[in-house]
């Protein structure tokens, strides 16, 4: 990620150090991960010490610290979709990627993360794939879902 | 400066308005236990082993001591049945990752814990702060912070400012109540070399 | 529009608006909740707009995407004004004929009514559908009226009219005198009295205070908030700003997480149309009275819907809490008193202000006032929001409402409150909801989730799950939180693994008194509560997976084995062919057996064993039967069907 990008997302916020997460939440969803040197640039010019954002962006699951696939797979283990079978789901989203929760497989086509409620409890168990929500899932319908991702 | 009277343990102290009951109790010689208290620092409040009684106007509740400020008139009972009952948890709860640390084996034998009770997980750091925390404020280096959260909460040296910084300093090394704060240096060493 | 300089001038537009409204023009609004967005209503509203378009109709016909009403089982919703027509499960190829037949022809189709699972009757008000008969819907109601992304709408239906009330005719001190007399409880957690909460801020000495919406609904399987955030984001805002014209704070804050995108939308939408039109900024109203409201995000972190975590988070810190023996009101953010709420609270504060504190008294229970908003989810049959008046019980909002169980099968618990709730049993479904009845039923209000749990639920896994949730969101500060809940997942997972052993029932007893009494915030201090409830009303089964190695419910993975019974075997073949692990061995009329040593239990062949044979079967605790001979596999006979 350039670093005048940084700056720029730096500058809308103000610079001020209680926008510290605000300002990483925008370059995570401009970039989809947390580069070392945009971490450093915000850590400059915010007044910021490295281990308070170390902290920051370990401590909250927005961020990632690495580089994620071409498609999230969000897996619903909220209490309405586990009760109806989500750990089987997330067995076979497992399965099927080869990679565990989260984590991005090598050939980054697939990042599986779970997630505590996307709020379509009427639909669970619940898989979101890119935005995309598949409702009334089941291991079987899962593993083909998946299968169309290229 | 007002001063707040009230009693531990049946004997009546003094203390500043906003100061701590810990403080309070250090001052007047009584004994509290805690691990993850240090003059030089702001209160942490959370090994939580300095909980005691505090009976104020006929009502008994369970307090933090070191972050819990004086009140006039308050009862304050370092130990009791259920006090004990706590620390002793927390302590065997510590000792799941450092079972052979000194301090803790001192205040197991005090309170009767049991360095098995749990399933072990010795990962050595009980998250105690103290070197964060010294480094930050006293030193004001951050060589040293938290990563995580919940049980995955650790701490880790930031390695450009440790490389610097740590070789000539090394004075949170003591503070540490396990050995582990040492280890995890010399492996931030290797991985910097 | 310029902006509204008096609250005359706000009534006056107001009445504008609806001028121009002719309420006999119909309106179709399409619910565009997360639910129903995921059920395809996106589709169904550009379907709409283009056969409206088509038809030439877009003079007289308003199509709008509207909040989530709460109906999500049966989405995508639409409801067709002004008869209030209410078709379910509407599909883009069903709009072509709604709008030649019920637009144009004011004609009801049939097939698109929602039918009562029970009686089989036919509804065709949205009122009349039995889900909604029994709900009060005085917070909700608005949702599938009002375009979320308009101001006008939410005008046109008396909104902003509190705030051009306070700010007339009434003083600070007098708003918050109407909402002490209301007596309104905190409805995100642990219903602290609002008024006593503002009261304390508004006596504080400091000039610098602070209001803010908890908008960081973590609790899994709870979406109340999200429901008005995205669905009335203005009665949020326009509560917002009269808590600050009530404490005297010039400066609101959202704090809402980023995994709710539409609503961090919707709300600066909001904001930003409220400041067009002087409903806020300076002088608002030309009463002299300032405010600002500024959006942050959370950044996922469940810790932070505690009050003091999300100040810190506010701040810009991790969500560490820190000790409350002075509170927030107090000493809140940046130090200064402030009045933390959570969503539905504020949205209720136009209506008090509006109809007075003594109004908002009148439904309820002794000691909990108004309605409640409930997401009713898990098994059950109209999953959904669900607005009831507090004191209804348990039995009539899962019956009566969310029309009992599916399947046939047997209640079994009810889970309120969240991760930091309970459980409550079938034997005390006669509660009636409040604050107090439910923490005596050793759970909780919170806010406001009500996860219905069937037979085959097994109640030592839900504690497990509800503990392995706080372990990843515990912020790990306070030793009694992070390694009591560590132990405590440690051991309950070893119990649904056929890993228990004697004496861990009172080892997570001792755990939990420590947790609950030294943690540091209220995260930790109710963590214990999903063992401790289940423990109480559920003991039995604790033992049982303990004792027998056995699950009553039959869910424990490692506790139970599939068995295909030979009886009912009819050799169809569906498992054989779906099985992902080759452990099936059958063929053309011979009975299938299930290989236990290959078998993964993964419970494919259990979902697709056709319901007539039901032949798969989960055992726990006893041998399974041996595999019959191999002489004995054959199916002479033939099927019963085709005997005849």
Redesign the interface.
């Known amino acids: 990620m350039e670093i005048d990008k940084v700056d720029k997302i730096i500058d809308k916020h103000g610079g001020d ?6 300002i ?2 925008d370059v995570q969803s401009e970039n989809n991960w947390l580069p070392k040197q945009a971490l450093d640039r915000i850590g400059e010019k915010l007044e ?5 954002i ?3 962006a ?6 990632s610290l690495v580089p994620k696939g071409r498609h999230n797979v969000h897996v619903c ?8 079978g989500a ?2 789901i997330l ?1 076979s989203v497992e ?1 099927s990627t080869g990679i565990k929760s989260g984590e991005t497989d090598l050939d980054l086509k697939f990042s599986v993360e779970t ?10 168990p ?1 898989v979101e794939v890119n935005g995309k ?1 598949h ?1 009334k899932m ?3 319908k899962t593993s083909e879902a998946l299968k169309l991702y290229e | 400066m007002s001063e707040i009277k009230f009693e531990i343990d049946g004997i009546k102290v003094k203390a500043k308005k906003g100061e701590t009951l810990l403080d309070a109790a250090q001052d007047a010689g009584i004994f509290i236990p805690t691990l993850c208290h240090h003059e030089k620092l702001e209160p942490f409040g959370g090994c939580r082993l300095c909980i005691v009684e505090v009976e104020v106007k006929g009502w008994t509740k369970l307090v933090v001591s070191c972050v819990y400020p004086v009140e006039k008139d308050i009862i304050v009972r370092t130990r009791s049945e259920k006090i004990d009952r706590i620390r002793k948890t927390i302590i065997e709860l510590l000792m799941a990752h450092a079972p052979d640390a000194p301090e803790l084996k001192k205040l197991a034998k005090e309170y009767g814990a049991s360095r098995d009770r749990y399933e072990k997980d010795p990962s050595f750091c009980i998250h105690c702060g103290l070197c ?1 925390r010294y480094c ?1 404020e006293v030193k004001k280096a ?8 919940g049980i995955n909460k650790e701490i ?1 040296f ?1 390695p ?2 440790a490389s610097q910084m740590c070789n000539d300093c090394k004075e949170c090394f003591p503070l540490c109540p396990t050995s582990y704060l040492q280890a995890a240096f010399v492996l931030t060493e290797s991985l910097i070399a | 529009m310029a902006r509204l300089n008096t609250p005359e001038e706000l009534s006056d537009f107001r009445q504008e608006i609806l001028s121009k409204r002719d309420p006999d023009n119909p309106c179709i609004s399409v619910c565009a909740g ?2 129903c ?3 395809g209503a996106d589709e169904v509203i550009k379907a709409f707009k283009e056969e409206i378009e088509k038809q030439d109709l877009t003079a007289k016909v308003d199509t709008k995407g509207t909040g989530c009403p709460g109906f ?2 049966q ?1 995508p919703i639409v409801v067709i004004y002004p008869e209030e027509i209410c078709y379910v499960q509407v599909k883009a190829e069903d709009v072509e004929q709604i709008v030649a037949e019920t637009i144009k022809e004011n004609k009801v189709i049939d097939r698109l009514l929602f039918a009562d699972p029970i009686t089989g009757e036919k509804a065709v008000k949205e009122s009349d559908i039995t889900f909604y008969k029994s709900q009060e819907r005085t917070v909700l109601c608005n949702n599938i009226k009002i375009d979320s992304k308009s101001i006008d709408d939410y005008l046109a239906l008396e909104g902003y009219s509190a705030l051009g009330k306070a700010l007339g005719e009434m003083t600070g001190a007098e708003v918050l005198e109407e909402v002490k007399k209301s007596n309104i409880r905190g409805r995100g957690g642990a219903g602290f009295p609002a008024g006593r909460k503002w009261e304390g801020t508004r006596n504080a000495k400091d000039p610098v205070k602070y209001v803010i919406v908890n908008a960081d609904e ?6 109340m908030d ?1 429901a008005l955030l995205e669905g009335n984001p203005h009665s949020i805002l326009e509560g917002l700003i009269l808590g600050g014209y009530a404490i005297g704070a010039s400066e609101g804050y959202f704090y809402v997480r ?3 995108p539409l609503a961090v939308d919707n709300i600066n939408l909001a904001i930003e149309q409220a400041e067009h039109y002087g409903l806020l900024g300076e002088n608002i109203l030309g009463s002299g009275f300032n405010f600002k409201v500024i959006v ?7 810790v932070c819907g505690e009050s003091t975590a999300l100040m810190a ?7 560490e809490p820190r000790p409350k023996y002075i509170r927030s009101n107090i000493k809140g953010l940046w130090q200064k008193p402030s009045v933390l709420n959570n969503v539905e609270t504020w949205a209720n504060i136009p209506l008090i202000v509006n109809n007075g504190g003594e109004w908002f008294t009148k439904v309820g229970t002794e000691t909990s006032k108004g309605t409640k908003i409930f ?1 009713l ?3 059950i049959n109209n ?2 929001l669900v607005e009831v008046p507090m004191g209804m019980t348990l039995h009539d909002i899962i019956y009566k409402i969310g029309g009992g169980i599916p399947g046939g099968k047997k209640f079994k618990a009810v ?1 309120t409150g969240g991760p930091s709730g309970g459980c409550i049993p079938e034997g005390q479904l006669d509660l009636q909801v409040g604050f107090d009845e439910l923490t005596k039923a050793g759970s909780m209000m919170g806010s406001g ?1 009500m ?1 219905v ?1 069937d037979e085959d ?1 097994c109640m030592v896994d ?1 504690a497990r ?2 503990i392995n ?1 706080l372990t990843e969101e515990s ?1 790990g500060k306070c030793v009694p939180c992070r390694e009591g809940l560590r132990q405590m997942h440690r051991i309950l997972t070893n119990i649904t693994k056929g890993r228990g052993r004697e004496g861990d029932i009172e080892l997570l007893e001792d755990i939990s008194e420590t947790t609950v009494e030294a943690s540091l915030c209220a995260l930790g201090k109710s963590a214990p509560n999903p063992f401790l409830s289940t423990l109480r009303y559920f003991r039995d089964e604790y033992e049982a997976h303990i004792k027998e190695k056995r699950c009553p419910a039959l869910a424990c ?1 490692e506790l139970i084995v599939f068995h295909i019974d030979p009886a009912k075997c009819q050799a169809c073949g569906m498992c054989l062919k ?1 099985c ?1 692990a080759d452990a099936i061995d059958g063929g053309k009329k011979k009975i299938h057996i299930i290989d236990q040593d290959k078998c993964t239990n ?3 062949c259990f ?2 064993c056709p319901d007539k044979f039901g032949a798969v079967t989960k055992i726990s605790g006893e041998p399974v039967p041996d595999p019959l001979p191999e002489e004995k596999r054959m199916i002479a006979k033939k099927s019963p069907k085709k005997k005849k």
Not at chain 1, 17 to 22: E, V, W
Not at chain 1, 48 to 52: A, K, Q, S
Not at chain 3, 313 to 319: K, P
């Open positions: 150090a209680s926008s510290l997460l605000q990483m939440l910021v010490p490295m281990n308070r170390q902290h920051i370990t401590f909250y699951k927005a961020f283990v909220g209490t309405a979709c586990h009760v109806r750990t089987r067995d399965e997630v505590n409620c996307l709020g379509c409890c009427a639909l669970g619940v929500v409702g089941t291991p079987v | 964060v930050a951050n060589a040293i912070g938290f990563v995580d959260r880790c930031v450009e400012i | 997360a639910g967005v995921a059920s999500c089982e989405g973590g609790d899994p399987g709870a979406f999200r980023q995994e709710y942050h995000q959370g950044a996922g972190a469940f988070s506010l701040e810009g810190r991790v969500g997401s989810v898990g098994k999953t959904g889970q989730g996860i749990l639920t839900v799950y509800f949730f912020c993975k779906k992902p993964c419970g494919t979902e697709v």
